[in-house]
């Protein structure tokens, strides 16, 4: 079985004021189909930027990634946008959601661009909605909502498309506390009854409550790797 | 440089390539407005200078009743006398007397009615462009009684070469018959098509004979230094003619008013143009600044949170504004002023001018002129129009509340 | 599966981006909206302004098509006439292509009166022949137009006072015959009319045909036929026609019989198309900086949507749609404005008191502005053409942006 996601000898430096910071340095790490994976790690320790080179928004400067057993390196941006959409869920760390559109329509966004027609978008929007605890408020506009409802219609979108790979870089960084669990055990659903793959990178130990392996990261480097036993 | 004018400028520059579009569209319209009010005026110039320099003069002195009822009756008595004290006159640079009547002109082939002109040979040129084009023969003069000058389409119409004779039949001015024989002395070329086909000319003493004028004369053509200083020489006319009732000066103003309500009309419909061009760039520029106003509203908010009053945030957008368009009328004037140079020594050439030359006496090519006014006009209302722009941006300054800005709301 | 955008959405999130900035996106269209309106104007007035020269040139001798004798036009002598058409000629006329056709007669001629001399054109013309739409155009103020058999002749108001006689008095015409002679006849005038233009109506003198013929010699001759066609975007077809039938002869349209007007006729679209192209220039900047600026401000949510796997193409689709929409609304309200405008204005504007400004262009005191619907379509189509080509370019930046880049930036 091919593997959800192949990282291999991954390097990615930033230049910055004659300075050179390693924002992944030599990570390897593989991820098994319908994992639950909780990043971790101090803060600039390289998480964003390795969900980046995941989703094939940044190229590494070298190693390889595969996902769903395709190599990124091999794709042209267009080709990348498709695996995107198709195949990747993502819920950003700060901007999240488009400013035009109300918050079903940011949801019905990835639907609509993969062609479902009008009555299956509105139907998965709206239970989509009431999921994350937001029946009623599909009309507003971004800038009418919360940042906990921001970050729960993005949650939404990320996975309303039933992708096999989600990436949520802070998904909960706003929520209260309820919220973020009643979010984290609708991704351990999703994990459970569709298969479907999460790399969650968080410093909130809720997170790592729902989640079966833990990768902690620190200096661009993978410093600790291992699954999580719950009762 | 100081300090408000300083944060003014280094505002503006905030958005470099906003605000030298911004710059670009009033230069461009500057740019314009230049170049076509400097050809309006050189057009204008030239149409009017060949129009009143031909035959009409820039001033005549008439029979007080003779413009609007253009009979011979209403004459100028001892007019070539008239004409030569006027001619003393420093203003006046020339002056001629002439008759004008209408005659049946045949020759033996052809025949036609034509306005026959009697005109003071030897003054003639002095008010008139038409001696100089002489094409064939000699001028009138006193050595060719009973000569005739004919325009050269008059003469192809007559079919009439020097020497030929031409019959004139017409009635005088007592409403006796008149007629005579006349040699074809001289052709001319005035260039003005209608002009040339229906006139003729013959010296001013014959003229008085076949018409029975006596010493009256129709008008007396004047002109002065330039089409600028006949209020002027109108003045010392009047001054000169003050004792004798009947007769009064006209400028070329009223004894062709078409020429200067087309010129009117003409600079209407630009005008129109021009305001359009203005409107259009006055809205770019609200645009820009309503642009730098509401992405500023957080610091806005913050300035005006520390204190700093709602008006020096408006003087300073002013401000602001005004070098926005300062720099666009200076670069628009830069190139407005190269584009009517180079055109002032190539000329401008459009399309169905050489048509319109015809029709209105004008030089295939048209020159530009290069005048402070022609030059400041429209880039000062381009920049006070600008300035205003700045206005309504202002008003929604005016009405920032700190707490919101600062919110970016 | 490739990424979408069906195009009812990508124009509703143009409609709703545009609606962001709404102030913005106001000034914008109405910059657009006035400078459309003001072309429009513009050009239906310069056409309007050209078409009623055409046709004061044609007054005098109104004629879709006119056929003289080579050599008549630049001498309009009594030397160059024709006889009444015959034969082949008269079938033709007579023929499907016409509507209707006249001889006439139109020579320079001297007319006094007991007091006063003046040099006029003397036009002889078959009362029966010409339809509703010549002369008879011009308002009788007193008397009657002639019959076909009739003596008298039509003088208009100003000549009349000019000549300081009346209706019924006799005057003197004299002109050249046909054999060469000096021609002349005494006639009543039988009736006063008033022209557009006082220039034409103190030069042009009416009288029958046969009468004018009788006082210059010349029975039976002409020296133009008056063609009007029945179709007139056929008239280059007619033209060709008698063309053949009579190779020699001089065979004009109406539209080339003035050599500035015609001149002025094949240019104008070419001077519509340079005020057009100049106006938009200078609006164009302004447009350039909305769009740019409209493209600064979202950034990150263009980084988002490219992040969210939507193609460049469709982003930069995107920003076209927002550009066309812009200018869409623009050209709309424009048309809009100059069709009222227009429209308040279909009787013609009073400008008597610019008369003999507008004389001296050759045209009557009255504008009428015509609408052409091909102006309003080169007007729309150069301003949206050069409009979208004005948002290439931002719109080509914006789909090359990375998307991390974009999203990170602050
Ligand atoms: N575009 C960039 N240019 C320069 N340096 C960058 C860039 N993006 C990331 N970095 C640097 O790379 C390192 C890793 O950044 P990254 O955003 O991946 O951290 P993180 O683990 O997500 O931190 P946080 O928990 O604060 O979100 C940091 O030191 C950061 O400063
Ligand atoms: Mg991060």
């Known amino acids: 079985m091919t593997n959800a996601v192949h990282c291999h000898q991954l390097c990615r430096k930033f230049h910055q004021g004659g300075q050179t910071i390693h924002g992944l340095d030599h990570v390897d790490f593989d991820v098994a189909a319908g994992e639950f994976i909780c990043l971790t790690g101090p803060s600039g320790s390289g998480k964003t930027t390795l969900l980046n080179a995941i989703g094939g928004l940044d190229r590494p400067d070298s190693g390889d990634i595969a996902v769903g057993g395709v190599s990124l390196n091999t794709l042209d941006q267009g080709a990348l946008a498709d695996l995107r959409l198709a195949h990747i869920g993502f819920v950003f760390q700060s901007y999240n959601l488009i400013p035009v559109l109300s918050a079903r329509e940011n949801i019905e966004f990835i639907l609509l661009m993969q062609g479902v027609d009008a009555t299956e978008r509105h139907r998965l929007a709206d239970d989509m909605l009431r999921e994350v605890g937001l029946e009623g408020l599909g009309s507003r506009r971004p800038s009418e909502l919360s940042g906990g409802q921001q970050q729960r219609v993005a949650v939404a979108r990320a996975i309303v498309s039933r992708p096999t790979l989600v990436l949520a870089d802070e998904p909960t960084a706003n929520l209260d506390s309820h919220t973020a669990e009643q979010l984290m055990a609708l991704f351990a659903e999703l994990n459970l009854r569709h298969g479907t793959t999460f790399i969650v990178a968080s410093h909130d130990p809720r997170v790592q409550h729902f989640a079966r392996r833990l990768i902690r990261m620190q200096d661009g480097k993978i410093i600790e790797d291992h699954p999580l036993a719950h009762d | 440089m100081p300090l408000s004018l300083r944060l003014a400028w280094r505002n503006l520059w905030r958005h470099q390539r906003r605000t030298w579009l911004t710059v670009a569209a009033m230069a461009l319209c500057n740019t314009l407005l230049i170049f076509m009010i400097g050809l ?8 009017l200078n060949n129009n009143l320099a031909v035959f009409s003069g820039h001033l005549q002195v008439q029979h007080r009743d003779y413009h609007d009822q253009p009979k011979p009756r209403f004459s100028v008595a001892n007019g070539v006398a008239l004409a030569a004290r006027l001619r003393q006159l420093p203003e006046v640079s020339g002056a001629a007397a002439r008759g004008m009547g209408f005659a049946l002109l045949s020759s033996d082939k052809r025949s036609k009615a034509m306005q026959v002109i009697g005109v003071e040979a030897e003054y003639e040129a002095s008010v008139s462009s038409i001696p100089g084009t002489l094409r064939e023969g000699q001028y009138l003069s006193a050595d060719t009684p009973n000569g005739v000058l004919l325009g050269q389409r008059s003469a192809n119409h007559l079919k009439a070469n020097i020497g030929s004779e031409i019959t004139l039949l017409g009635s005088g001015r007592d409403g006796s018959f008149a007629a005579s024989v006349l040699t074809v002395v001289g052709i001319v070329d005035s260039g003005m098509e209608e002009f040339d086909r229906n006139t003729v000319f013959i010296r001013l003493s014959d003229f008085q004979d076949i018409f029975s004028y006596g010493d009256e004369v129709s008008h007396i053509a004047l002109l002065s230094a330039s089409i600028f200083e006949v209020a002027n020489t109108q003045a010392a006319i009047d001054g000169l003619i003050a004792d004798r009732e009947t007769l009064r000066s006209l400028d070329w103003d009223v004894l062709m008013p078409g020429l200067k309500q087309a010129i009117q009309s003409d600079i209407a419909s630009a005008l129109f143009i021009y305001t359009v061009l203005i409107i259009v760039v006055v809205f770019s520029v609200l645009n820009n600044q309503l642009m730098a106003v509401l992405e500023r509203r957080k610091e806005y908010g913050i ?21 926005l368009a300062l720099l666009g009328l200076l670069v628009g004037i830069a190139l407005g002023g190269a584009l009517n140079e180079y055109f002032a020594i190539v000329g401008v050439q459009f399309a169905g001018m050489e048509e319109m030359g015809e029709k209105f006496n004008l030089p295939a090519r048209i020159h530009p002129i290069t005048h402070p006014l022609t030059l400041l006009a429209g880039p000062i209302i381009v920049f006070i129009g600008s300035v205003f722009a700045a206005l309504y941006p202002a008003i929604k300054l005016r009405h920032l509340n700190p707490v919101s800005a600062r919110a970016g709301l | 599966m490739s990424a979408k955008l069906p195009t009812t959405h990508l124009l509703a999130l143009a409609w709703r981006n545009l609606w962001r900035n709404s102030e913005r996106s106001v000034v914008m269209i109405g910059a657009l909206a006035i400078a459309v309106a003001a072309m429009l104007f513009l050009i239906a007035m310069m056409r309007g302004l050209l078409n009623d ?155 029958a045909l046969p009468a004018m013929q009788s006082m210059l010699r010349s029975p039976d001759d002409i020296q133009q036929i008056a063609i009007f066609s029945r179709d007139p975007s056929r008239l280059l077809d007619v033209q060709s026609r008698f063309q053949q039938l009579l190779p020699s002869a001089d065979i004009q349209r109406w539209d080339q019989l003035n050599s500035y007007l015609s001149a002025m006729l094949d240019n104008m679209d070419a001077i519509i198309t340079v005020l057009i192209v100049v106006m938009f220039i200078t609006l164009a900047f302004g447009l350039v900086n909305t769009l740019v600026m409209a493209i600064f401000e979202r950034v990150k949510e263009i980084g988002l949507m490219l992040a969210l796997g939507l193609k460049p193409t469709q982003i930069a689709l995107m920003i076209l749609a927002e550009t066309l929409v812009l200018l869409l609304l623009g050209i709309a309200i424009g048309n809009a404005a100059a069709g009222l405008a227009l429209l308040s204005l279909r009787d013609g504007i009073d400008l008597s008191a610019m008369a003999e400004g507008f004389a001296m262009i050759g045209a009557a005191p009255s504008l009428t502005p015509q609408f052409l619907w091909r102006d309003l379509w080169m007007c729309n189509g150069i301003v949206s053409v050069l409009g979208l080509a004005c948002s290439l370019l931002p719109a080509w930046r914006a789909a090359h942006y990375s998307p991390i880049e974009a999203l990170y930036r602050d």
């Open chain 3, 53 to 207: 020269m055409s046709q004061q040139n044609l007054r005098a001798l109104p004629g879709d098509l006119q056929i003289h004798q080579p050599g008549y036009l630049d001498d309009p002598s009594i030397d160059y006439r024709m006889p009444w058409p015959s034969g082949d000629l008269l079938a033709e006329l007579d023929g499907v292509g016409v509507a209707r056709w006249s001889g006439r007669l139109s020579v320079g001629a001297m007319v006094a009166s007991e007091r006063e001399a003046r040099g006029i054109q003397l036009i002889g013309y078959v009362p029966s022949r010409e339809g509703q739409n010549s002369f008879n155009e011009w308002r009788l103020i007193d008397g009657d137009w002639p019959s076909d058999d009739s003596k008298g002749v039509v003088v208009g108001a100003s000549l009349l006072e000019k000549l300081d006689t009346q209706l019924g008095k006799r005057i003197v015409l004299t002109s050249q015959g046909a054999d060469g002679e000096i021609a002349d006849i005494g006639a009543r005038i039988i009736g006063v009319y008033r022209a557009e233009m006082a220039q034409l109506e103190e030069r042009l003198v009416y009288m």
């Open chain 2, 40 to 47: 309006q005026a050189g057009s204008y110039l030239t149409m």
């Open chain 2, 303 to 323: 300035l005006l949170s520390l204190g700093v009053a709602h008006r020096r945030l408006i003087g300073l957008l002013f401000t602001e504004t005004a070098l």
